[in-house]
T-cell receptor, first 114, second 113 residues
Framework: EPEVTQTPSHQVTQMGQEVILRCVPI?????FYWYRQILGQKVEFLVS????????KSEIFDDQFSVERPDGSNFTLKIRSTKLEDSAMYFC????????????FGQGTRLTVV | GQQLNQSPQSMFIQEGEDVSMNCTSS?????WLWYKQDPGEGPVLLIA?????ELTSNGRLTAQFGITRKDSFLNISASIPSDVGIYFC?????????????FGKGTHLIIQP
């Protein structure tokens, strides 16, 4: 069964460093998302991406964040200068079509900023 | 932004009991989704609801999309140990195809032996 895959599963980084989280969405999907979940809290929307551009972003997605689809298969989230409060699980999700289709999530990357 | 109020926050039940949880919102959603999350894993979709009033089942799970489009419930019948986890409701307004999901805060389901 097709699935969204994310790498790495766990990333530890020092405060101020740049990190890139990687995702391979389901191959024929068109809409891509990043979500964040701070430990013990709800899943929060960060950004959606369609047709090679950001469609929507939340207040959390500030100038420190960027997304890219560098080739036909990968979708990345970059955090330019990590802060302690960026520590969280980051989930990538993808969706096949317009609104009436379901988003499928990857297993997540646990980012720990020390 | 849009907010979802999910309740209860946690449930302690005996194996075999039925479970009910719900989400309400002050905003209208056009799609309601229910996800389950196991520790260290991503959310896994359980049920998707697309029409107001829709009632959908998936095995022992039943969910309904409220007629006002501002609420949804999820029922689990005859709970078993593998039902343990966190259940999230999520809504999509669907102003456009790329709309992100708004999640509730989750319901922790704990099954006592």
């Amino acid at each position: 069964e097709p699935e969204v895959t994310q790498t790495p599963s766990h990333q530890v980084t020092q405060m101020g460093q740049e990190v890139i989280l990687r995702c391979v969405p389901i191959s024929n999907h068109l809409y891509f998302y990043w979500y964040r979940q701070i430990l013990g809290q709800k899943v929060e929307f960060l950004v959606s991406f369609y047709n090679n551009e950001i469609s929507e972003k939340s207040e959390i997605f500030d100038d420190q964040f960027s997304v890219e689809r560098p080739d036909g298969s990968n979708f990345t989230l970059k955090i330019r200068s990590t802060k302690l409060e960026d520590s969280a699980m980051y989930f990538c999700a993808s969706k096949g079509g317009r609104s009436n289709t379901e988003a499928f999530f990857g297993q997540g990357t646990r980012l720990t900023v020390v | 932004g849009q907010q979802l109020n999910q309740s209860p926050q946690s449930m302690f039940i005996q194996e075999g009991e039925d479970v009910s949880m719900n989400c309400t919102s002050s905003s209208i959603f056009n799609t309601w989704l229910w996800y389950k999350q196991d520790p260290g894993e991503g959310p896994v979709l359980l049920i998707a609801l697309y029409k107001a009033g829709e009632l959908t089942s998936n095995g022992r799970l039943t969910a309904q999309f409220g007629i006002t489009r501002k609420d949804s419930f999820l029922n689990i019948s005859a709970s078993i140990p593998s039902d343990v986890g966190i259940y999230f409701c999520a809504g999509v307004y669907s102003g456009g195809g790329a709309d992100g999901l708004t999640f509730g805060k989750g319901t922790h389901l704990i099954i006592q032996p």
